[in-house]
């Protein structure tokens, strides 16, 4: 027994330093440098200011009766960007005005607070829920407490409630939006430029395979691989809807200093993404032995050479993420990606002409195999008008997968 509880004891001594490290890490990662824990540190702060200065103004300078309700309403009000703050301060004014109307009701009604209570507290929970109101959904009962709780629901009680929960929302909103407003672009580029290198390396990795002969368990992890790309790619669209949702309705971004880089266009995801897709489709090709795929020597050669230059491409895709000081200057890198994407066709058109003579067992399976590393090559060239790397291009897709 005295041997399990020790043993028990180091368990738990691990787990908490392992917790302690790691808010020693947030902490210093805050005060030394930008990032997610700093962004959370000047929200924290924000919503602390809020809800003292609400508290001055109602509890302090008014003298109000129901001063709580503006520090509670500027807290709840900080959200991650200025467009959620408008929208939760809607959402929240309109369930506090249906919850305080509701349990006022039931407390003229009953008289009694136990009673007024339980006739109130379910509709209001049942208010809650309703999806229009999202996370501000709770404050439909938690104000209907704080009227029954109190017995403050007399006609100059109600005013006094909503004036104080208008108060604490302006305040709020005032200080998200003009206060080190949050513009989230740092994990967009993040994962922009993950997206980009994570599918180089594998490229290399499997044309690395490829020339040194692979087994059927290393072709599987590369699929692995692939397949965990669509969980960036997932990652990426949430982000794009957090960047794109902290750039409206934000009245202090001009104040700040741009995010250096900006970030790529919108349909870079899009056609990253389709990338990603095509690029997984080619190593199933390689890993699954139900697809019938058989390769000689030549095709090998050759379809080594395509993926290792299309891993090229895909590194310099991370160019328009960096910043401007590190940056390839745009011609240069627009050059470097068209002389890598032109070695893949050329090893294409190789791959194809070796696989013209195969036998009609395995025609099937080549055929996939050319389509998919077309296909491939065809939304890396996408990837090359989409990208910053260059300007958009006038030169039709075909012309220039034909090129050299």
């Known amino acids: 027994m005295t041997a399990y509880l020790r043993r028990r004891f180091h368990i738990v001594a691990r787990a908490l330093a392992w917790e302690a490290h790691a808010i020693w890490r947030s902490i210093r990662l805050a005060a030394t440098e930008p990032g ?3 962004d959370t540190a000047v929200q924290s702060l924000k919503a602390a200011g809020a809800a003292l200065l609400s508290w ?10 129901m001063a709580l309700m503006a520090p509670w309403t500027a807290l709840f009000l900080m959200q991650n960007s200025v467009y959620r703050s408008l929208l939760s301060a809607l959402q929240q004014f309109t369930v506090v005005v249906l ?17 007024a209570m339980a006739l ?39 005013a006094h409630r909503f004036l104080e929960t208008l108060l604490g929302a302006a305040i709020g909103i005032s200080m998200n939006a003009l206060v080190l ?5 740092r994990r967009l580029l993040h994962l922009h430029r993950q997206l980009s290198l994570s599918s180089a390396e594998l490229l290399h990795t499997v044309a690395d395979g490829l ?14 691989s692939a397949r965990r790309l669509s969980d960036v790619t997932a990652g990426l669209r949430e982000a794009r809807r957090w960047s794109d949702e902290s750039n409206r309705v934000n009245p202090g971004l001009r104040l700040r ?10 349909e870079w995801d899009l056609v990253w993404a389709g990338v990603t897709e095509h690029l997984s489709s080619v190593i199933r090709m390689l890993s699954d032995p139900a697809e019938g795929l058989s390769l000689g020597p030549d095709q090998t050669k050759a379809l080594g050479t395509l993926l290792r230059a299309a891993g090229d491409a895909c590194r310099l895709g991370t160019s328009s993420t960096q910043p401007t000081s590190r940056r390839p200057r745009d011609g240069h ?6 002389r890598s994407l032109a070695r893949a066709s050329a090893a294409h058109r190789r791959l194809t002409a070796a696989c013209a003579w195969r036998r009609r067992a395995s025609a099937l399976a080549a055929g996939g195999l050319l389509t998919d590393t077309r296909r491939l090559l065809t939304a890396l060239l996408t990837a090359m008008d989409t990208d910053a790397l260059a300007p958009r291009s006038a030169t039709p897709l075909s012309e220039q997968y034909a090129g050299g």
Request: no cysteine; hydrophobic share 45%.
């Open 56 to 65: 001055a103004v109602a509890g302090w300078w008014w003298d109000a009766p």
């Open 257 to 266: 200093r741009r995010v250096e880089p900006a970030p790529p266009p919108t």
């Open 99 to 115: 919850g305080t109307l509701l349990a006022a009701a039931a407390g003229v009604l009953t008289h009694h607070t136990m009673a």
């Open 181 to 185: 407003p949050p513009v989230h672009a």
């Open 36 to 38: 997610a824990e700093r």
């Open 333 to 338: 890198a627009h050059r470097d990606f068209r």
């Open 120 to 158: 109130a507290l379910p509709l209001t929970v049942l208010l809650g829920s309703y999806a229009r109101f999202g996370t501000q959904g709770f404050a439909a009962p938690t104000a209907a407490l704080f009227v029954l709780a109190y017995g403050s629901y007399t006609s100059a009680d109600i």
């Open 211 to 224: 020339a040194d002969g692979y087994t059927e368990k290393e072709a599987q992890g590369w699929f692995d």
